[in-house]
């Protein structure tokens, strides 16, 4: 059981805000059988947060903005199913503690894993004969095709979400290289050929890859950091993949690359710009799969969310 914050006020506000899943009733009783020792009162909008928020000691949220903190002198937790730090600008700052959902690289591992399968195995190129209505387009689509084993994947934000990446596209044969600034560590699934480098590194790993996977978060240090120069050092059968933030990445340059057949194929889930305005340069491009932000998003999504709020929750002591 929790301890120091016995018997306070819970807000939850999960619900109600478009493009994101909302929590029903049942994860609300969730909440309520898996933490008793608060008053837990869930709201739908924002008007009514606001409201509401005077008092509360704990918060569930999708978003919060600095300045809601004067409502709450007392708040001592924000939560969000988030990973993203965009929606909420509160920061821990003791006694006020602040948890990011850690729970997505399960569900993006899988999109990675899909778009790669796309790509080399010929399913993308397929679709692209579908629509072009081209019924039996062999000779084409196999001569675009090759197998995932023995590639080289260079994962760029080889942290926790990194790690799933290459978790699960490991089986497959996939040669790795993880690029981190924190942990340099090895996980238990490498093997020889494998390695975990430091940034300073990503540019002599770049011209060897064959699939290039960003997870990075979008802080300042990640803005651009696949610019001209970067998209240049890739082999032109080399994929490009984002999950993480559009900030990474520039664009403009990935587009006119793919245009001149310097690049085999981008599969990007987020943009510098959200939503993706039509007619965008990327959108132009040939071969190129995008994907509306929703990497991560899975029935389960909430469910994986409350189960590791209140497995955290439950060891966790709170002072003022």
């Known amino acids: ?12 506000w999960l619900a109600g805000m478009p493009g994101v899943p909302s929590l029903e009733p049942a994860g609300f009783a ?10 837990w009162d869930a709201v739908a909008g924002e008007a009514d947060f606001l409201e509401r928020l005077p008092g509360a000691r704990l918060v569930l949220t999708w978003r919060f903005r600095r300045e809601w903190l004067g409502l709450a002198p ?13 929606w909420v600008e509160a920061r821990s ?41 081209e019924s039996w387009p062999r000779e084409r689509v196999t001569a675009l095709m090759r197998p995932l084993r023995g590639g080289r994947a260079v994962i760029l934000g080889f942290g926790h979400i990194g790690k799933w990446i290459g978790r699960l596209v490991k089986p497959f044969g ?16 490498f093997t020889d050929g494998d390695g975990v480098y430091p940034p300073e590194e990503l540019d002599s790993l770049l011209p060897a890859a064959d ?4 997870a990075l978060p979008g802080d300042t240090g990640s803005d651009l950091i696949l610019d001209s120069r970067r998209l240049a050092l890739l082999p032109p059968a080399a994929f490009v ?22 690049l085999a194929g981008a599969g990007l889930d987020v943009f510098a710009r959200e939503p993706l305005p039509p007619g965008a340069a990327i959108l132009g491009a040939p071969n190129v799969i995008a994907l509306p932000h929703v990497s991560a998003f899975a029935p389960g999504y909430l469910d994986a969310y409350l189960d590791e709020f209140l497995g955290r929750l439950a060891g966790e002591e709170f002072r003022d």
């Not at 969730?30 to 008053?39: K, Q, T, V």
């Not at 006694?95 to 997505?104: E, I």
């Not at 699939?211 to 960003?214: G, M, P, Q, T, Y």
């Open 1 to 12: 059981m929790t301890k120091g914050l016995e018997g306070e006020k819970a807000l939850v």
């Open 30 to 39: 969730r909440l309520r059988d898996g933490a008793p020792e608060f008053f």
């Open 74 to 86: 007392g708040l001592r937790l924000i939560s969000t199913p988030a990973a993203g730090r965009e």
């Open 93 to 133: 700052r003791p006694p006020l503690r602040v948890w990011f959902g850690g729970f997505h690289g399960v569900f993006m591992a899988e999109t990675v894993a899909g778009l790669m399968l796309a790509f080399a195995r010929g399913i993308k190129a397929s679709l692209d004969c579908q629509a072009r209505g």
């Open 174 to 189: 996939v040669r790795l290289a993880g690029v981190t600034r924190k942990d340099r560590s090895r996980p238990e699934y």
């Open 211 to 214: 699939h290039l996977i960003l």
């Open 241 to 262: 993949y984002n999950v993480g933030r559009g900030n990474a990445i520039d664009e403009e340059a990935l587009a006119d690359r793919l245009r001149r057949g310097l």
